[in-house]
């Protein structure tokens, strides 16, 4: 019933259609980063386990050349667990989830993931941040959408959670 309700109000509006979109890229993106990571480095993963997860992946300062097994072992940590992915997955989740309440997602954070995004295409070339952008500028389109809607709470009909102060 839930999925429902959710799409008959993606069929109104059309910035939880845009938000809806903006999620599935951030899941993609983070999900997809860990999948790769599991694959190419899940044995260097796999260590950190068998040597127990305590300082794992040790800090170390200055000092001696560091050796491939290292540097491997501090790859597979800042790729992974380190990374954009988990976070990037979570806010991918979190804007899933207001849009399908019908609430209103702040164009600054659209317009934050677009920035971070477009560094990182441009620092790493090629590169799947640019797919990032998009879902960047999408949330700034509907959060656009909405500001001209004048909704910035729960749609109507929408569940009610809690709201944050002064909303």
Do not use: K, Q
């Not at 429902?4 to 845009?18: D, F, I, L, Q, Y």
């Not at 990037?88 to 920035?115: C, D, I, S």
């Not at 799947?128 to 998009?134: H, I, K, L, N, Q």
């Amino acid at each position: 019933m839930r999925i429902e309700r959710g799409a008959a109000m993606g069929a109104r509006n059309p910035g939880t259609v845009m938000l809806r979109w903006a999620s599935v890229v951030m899941l993609v993106l983070g999900v997809g980063h860990l999948a790769l990571l599991t694959l190419f480095s899940g044995a260097d993963m796999a260590a950190w386990v068998g040597r127990g997860l305590w300082a794992a992946v040790p800090l170390e300062l200055g000092g001696a050349e560091p050796s491939a097994a290292y540097l491997r072992n501090e790859v597979a940590f800042w790729a992974g667990p380190g990374s954009f992915a988990v976070p990037l997955a979570l806010l991918g989740a979190l804007v899933w989830n207001l849009a399908g309440r019908g609430v209103a997602v702040p164009a600054w954070v659209g317009w934050t993931l677009a920035a971070w995004c477009l560094a990182g295409g441009v620092l790493l070339v090629p590169s799947p941040y640019f797919a990032g952008v998009a879902a960047g500028l999408l949330i700034v389109l509907a959060a656009r959408r909405d500001r001209a809607r004048g909704r910035r709470g729960p749609a109507p009909g929408a569940p009610a959670g809690p709201r944050p102060p002064g909303a």
